[in-house]
């Protein structure tokens, strides 16, 4: 049911619920236990009955039997009998301290169950009923409680029976087996033979029941099927290789369980690598994709900072601010091939410069009719550009196509002017006429 420990370490218990628990003991283990028994030896006792509380699936109806039993420590002692009268004489002293001593352990197990954050429903019924029982006339509960309050402390440790045969010695007879068996009663061994989480512990508890079924019963006894304490079936060798098949078959099961897992692994492994590469090379193109929009944004924003250096420095000279220049840019702005460009002072719009909506070879078209109708041209008829440059935002970008053209329809006395030259012609006929009017 449940093997003793060595150490305080050895309990499983939180090393801050270790200290403090351990500090409450100290503190507290007065006259009930003394010097006697160390807090190792208390707390095996505690532990134990834990253990046997949880295999116990009607704990709450047997508190009073749980109280009332015999500890491993201040065992309970036959009065001794007196020479002289007869008469058996009881040491009082030693009683009462075993009497105390058992309230002092149940009130640690009711302490444990307290700050314990998962308990199975049989052992909160316990509880319950426990606390019952212990918390009247019992000057430990009263120390307890104030503890339990005061320090918000919290365990989720294993406490089901979890035993090991490390310790098992000669000393452990054939009756002891017997007794614990009751007879080998099959509901008994399977009980314990389930205990062990282990299939080594398994197999080794089994050989050992095995052993001590062989060595207590007569051969002609060995298949009787009824226990001679509960009246239950009794274990036989066909009952305890059901035992050892099922617990080896659980164990192939286990380790098909463990391969299987060890292969999933393996895959997921497999497909997080496949998963890493995938990301890296993403990564890599979109740095590369990062770099490129990064270049491509320097380019714009060299571009842009150009424009607009270049946009600063333009401004409408006087050559193009006449009556008749002016008139004729405001009819050419109503056949959107000119675009104003400014800023608005929130009393009016100020023009700075203006934009050419229309293609180069028109733009070219442009410049030689208004050096023509502005007289622009120096003496030796050659097209003054210079005054356009100043005016027009995007000069920079129509001035080749618009020289080649006029260079070209100049040679070529019968080529077809550019597309929507008449716009031109008829602005500038828009003009002269309400220069006339005026």
């Known amino acids: 049911m449940y093997t003793e420990k060595q150490n305080l370490e050895d309990f499983g218990l939180p090393e801050n619920v270790q200290d403090k628990l351990y500090e409450l003991y100290v503190t507290t283990k007065g006259p009930a236990i ?20 949880y295999a116990d699936k009607y704990a709450a109806e047997h508190v009073g039997q749980y109280l009332s039993r015999d500890l491993q420590i201040f065992p309970k002692k036959e009065p001794e009998i007196n020479q002289v009268t007869g008469y058996p004489e009881h040491d009082n002293e030693y009683d009462d301290q075993r009497y105390y001593a058992s309230k002092y352990v149940f009130t640690f197990v009711w302490l444990i169950l307290r700050i314990h954050q998962n308990l199975p429903k049989h052992v909160r019924f316990f509880l319950v009923a426990l606390e019952k029982r212990i918390n009247d006339n019992n000057p430990y509960y009263d ?19 979890c035993p090991d045969l490390s310790g098992l010695t000669s000393d452990v007879t054939t009756e002891d087996w017997v007794t614990e068996t009751k007879d080998f009663d099959r509901v008994i061994i399977s009980e314990i033979v389930h205990r062990f989480k282990d299939t080594q512990g398994r197999k080794m508890v089994i050989n ?17 099927i009824i226990s001679a304490e509960t009246g239950g079936k009794k274990a036989n060798d066909t009952f305890l290789d059901k035992l ?18 060890e292969k999933t692994k393996d895959e997921r492994i497999t497909e997080l690598e496949n998963q890493i590469k995938t990301l890296t090379n993403e990564k890599r193109e979109a740095i590369r994709d990062k770099e490129d929009a990064e270049r491509e944004r320097d380019k714009f924003r060299k571009k842009w900072e150009e424009l607009n250096s270049r946009l600063n420095k333009k401004y409408i000279p006087a050559e193009l601010k006449s009556d008749e220049a002016k008139l004729i840019i405001e009819e050419l702005i109503k056949q959107d091939l000119i675009t104003p460009l400014g800023h608005n002072t929130g009393m009016e719009f100020v023009i700075q410069t203006y934009r050419w909506d229309g293609t180069g070879a028109l733009f070219g078209y442009f410049v030689d009719k208004m050096n023509f109708q ?37 040679q070529h006395p019968d080529t077809k002017m550019p597309e929507n030259a008449e716009k031109i012609d008829n602005a500038i006929a828009i003009a002269e006429e309400k220069l006339a009017n005026k």
């Not at 003394?34 to 509380?53: H, I």
């Not at 050992?208 to 009787?224: C, G, M, V």
């Open 374 to 410: 502005l007289e622009l041209a120096d003496s030796g008829g050659r097209i003054n550009w210079k005054p356009f440059k100043h005016a027009f935002s995007n000069y920079e970008e129509k001035e080749k196509r618009a020289r080649d053209t006029v260079s070209y329809y100049k």
């Open 143 to 161: 120390q307890f409680m104030p503890f339990l309050k005061g320090q918000g402390l919290k365990i989720d440790i294993p406490l089901e029976p």
């Open 34 to 53: 003394g010097d006697k028994y160390s807090v190792v030896d208390v707390f095996n006792e505690v532990f134990y009955l834990l253990t046997c509380v």
């Open 208 to 224: 050992e029941i095995r052993n001590a079924l062989h060595n207590s019963t007569p051969k002609e006894d060995l298949y009787r």
């Open 244 to 261: 050892l098949q099922e617990a080896i078959g659980e164990e192939t099961q286990l380790q098909q369980q463990k391969e299987k897992e």
